[in-house]
């Protein structure tokens, strides 16, 4: 990489500095250049994991940590990366988990085959701009007929939905399981699923993730209601409450200490015994009152004798106040998370009540069962069959704690392509389908636009192709001769036609119910396209000098490694 001070050079002589000494500046060709080989490092990186024969990366973070995944954006989180343009990847793939959770590896290879077309593109002395115009043209019609191409599926249509979620876990470790863990998936995000005028809203924080490692991936349950990782705070409360009628409270169950400093003399030992009573006296009001309440609602439902009561409290409980609760039978759970009391409120139709003295009857909520369970070494405490519940919970289990980490990532993509394909309501096929599809069709349009864009959208053809490519090189299969295979069977109307990764032949994807949401593959396609637009706009690089700390510390891990290479 090319790098030289800024400055300017007087006839005298002397050099005008503009910028801080240190200040480093790659420009041109070279600039270009170094920004090309960084995202197709990292696409390279990435290419081993893409498909259902993908492999796993071990990533071994500064304190030793290791993460066993392959799951695109993860990695590229946990990789760390240093250089600027490294780091703009990062954000697309981000960009590409937050928007519709899944496809990030697809994104990044897209931007690196874009990028790897472009290089030879340049050396051809076309000019980046006209790649740049060229490759959102075809970005543009790719996306267009993408949408076009895509079949349309209903809702109540599981098995698709099945399939949906069965690809996506395909590539991933959780492959033995994936039968059953895309069948939670689908019951889940269609139980939290609202239509909003003829559309449907899907939050999947309404999805609560709760890993416990032991059993077996198996063993991974979908509870309609919440599981608390908490215990009962009273030895003498109930730990299993049928027909639970539930109080949300964001407010401590204890007596508040006032907000400016008080000082309360005692003269007399009768006045201190006083003071601790009124205390006393002011818990088990508030226990009374909670109690009063929850008994109006149970009679008002004819449940008198079946029921329970149960709060859970956001804040603290006060001893005091525990042993009140338990005499009257009532089971709490304190210091619950704000995310965790939301989905309560959801699940269990209770509202958060943050004053004592404004619980109605009506604020309580309804589960069939509140039970405290022990699940591996911890005690947590489940509230399951909550009437239409909107917030569910997915327990997950696996043998290996690393492998729990991964079944959620992988769990959060089957989410994801499931809510994905609700809100679409469109669906492609995967195994390479639509990229062949697209590219034979961009072949197609390149003439009609003309001049040296023409070759801009016959480069962005090829790059899609890099995908099912990658999918035959990850597979052990000659990627040429698959993609001769493939743009034959595409030219003879075999739209759906795709790479099987485990038989190694071209066949209709759609039948073999490898699909994916369209607006993954879309936006897929956009992402890339943009990465690779706003490296091919770079012509200049002015890196600032670095901090002198930063340059210490720098030295200073160098000199500790160089110790640790030395002792092994």
């Known amino acids: 990489m090319a790098a030289r001070p800024i400055g300017t050079a007087e006839p005298t002589g002397v050099p005008v500095l503009i910028l801080k000494e240190g200040t480093q500046r790659t420009y041109g060709k070279e600039a270009l250049r170094a920004n090309i080989m960084v995202v197709r490092a990292i696409a390279e990186t990435l290419r081993t994991t893409y498909g259902p024969r993908g492999m796993d990366k071990m990533l071994v973070d500064s304190l030793g940590d290791i993460t066993i995944t392959n799951d695109g954006a993860t990695i590229l989180d946990k990789m760390d990366v240093q250089h600027p343009t490294a780091k703009l990847v990062v954000q697309i793939a981000k960009g590409q988990d937050e928007e519709v959770g899944d496809g990030t590896k697809t994104a990044v290879i897209i931007a690196g085959e874009l990028l790897k077309q472009a290089e030879e593109l340049l050396e051809k002395d076309i000019h980046p701009t006209i790649i740049v115009s060229g490759y959102k043209k075809a970005a543009e019609m790719a996306i267009k ?32 399981a994936r039968e059953y863990l895309a069948e939670l998936a689908v019951k889940a995000v269609k139980q939290i699923a609202e239509k909003r005028g003829d559309k449907w809203y899907i939050d999947l924080d309404n999805i609560q993730i709760v890993k416990k490692h032991g059993g077996s991936l198996q063993d991974t349950k979908l509870i309609y209601g919440i599981v608390l990782d908490k215990e009962v ?109 939301e989905k309560l409120a959801r699940a269990t139709g209770a509202k958060i ?152 032949k071209v066949e209709d994807m759609m039948k073999l119910g490898v699909i994916e949401p369209v607006s993954v593959k879309a936006n897929a396609i956009k992402a890339g396209t943009e990465a690779a637009t706003a490296v091919l706009r770079i012509d200049d690089i002015i890196a600032a000098a670095r901090h002198e700390e930063e340059k210490e510390k720098e030295e200073k891990k160098e000199e500790e490694e160089e110790e640790t290479k030395t002792e092994f």
Not at 273 to 283: G, H, S, T
Not at 308 to 316: E, T
Not at 471 to 482: F, R, T, Y
């Open 145 to 176: 007929k993408l949408y076009e191409l895509a079949e349309p599926i209903d809702i109540n249509d599981e098995e698709v939905l099945k399939k949906i979620a069965a690809t996506s876990l395909t590539s991933k470790a959780v492959h033995g």
């Open 233 to 341: 705070v009273h030895p003498g409360m109930p730990k299993r409450v049928e027909n639970a009628y539930i109080v949300l409270l964001d407010t401590p169950l204890e007596v508040e200490k006032p907000e400016i400093d008080a000082e309360i003399r005692i003269t007399d030992p009768t006045y201190l015994r006083k003071f601790l009573e009124e205390e006393e006296n002011i818990l088990r009001n508030m226990v009374e009152r909670i109690y009063k309440v929850a008994m109006e609602r149970i009679r008002r439902d004819g449940m008198e004798g079946k029921a329970g009561i149960v709060v859970i409290c956001q804040k603290g409980i006060d001893e005091v106040a525990q042993h009140f609760l338990a005499k009257k039978g009532i089971m709490a759970v304190r210091r619950v998370k704000r995310s965790d009391m």
């Open 353 to 504: 009540v943050s004053n004592i003295e404004d619980l109605t009857p009506d604020d309580l909520g309804f589960a069939k069962l509140v039970e405290e369970r022990k699940v591996g070494e911890d005690k947590m405490v489940f509230i399951e069959g909550c009437p239409n519940p909107k917030a569910v919970t997915i327990l997950i289990r696996g043998g290996l704690e690393r492998l729990v980490d991964e079944a959620e990532r992988s769990l959060h993509d089957a989410l994801s392509a499931v809510a994905d394909a609700i809100r679409d309501g469109k669906i492609v096929a995967g195994g390479g389908a639509s990229e062949v599809e697209l590219a034979l069709y961009l072949r197609e349009q390149a003439p009609k636009v003309g001049g040296k864009e023409q070759l801009a959208i016959e480069a962005f053809a090829k790059a899609l192709e890099g995908l099912p490519m990658t999918l035959a090189e990850n597979a052990g299969l000659d990627p040429v001769e698959i993609i001769m295979e493939l743009r034959s069977a595409h030219t003879k109307g075999c739209k759906w036609c795709g790479v099987n990764a485990f038989t190694g």
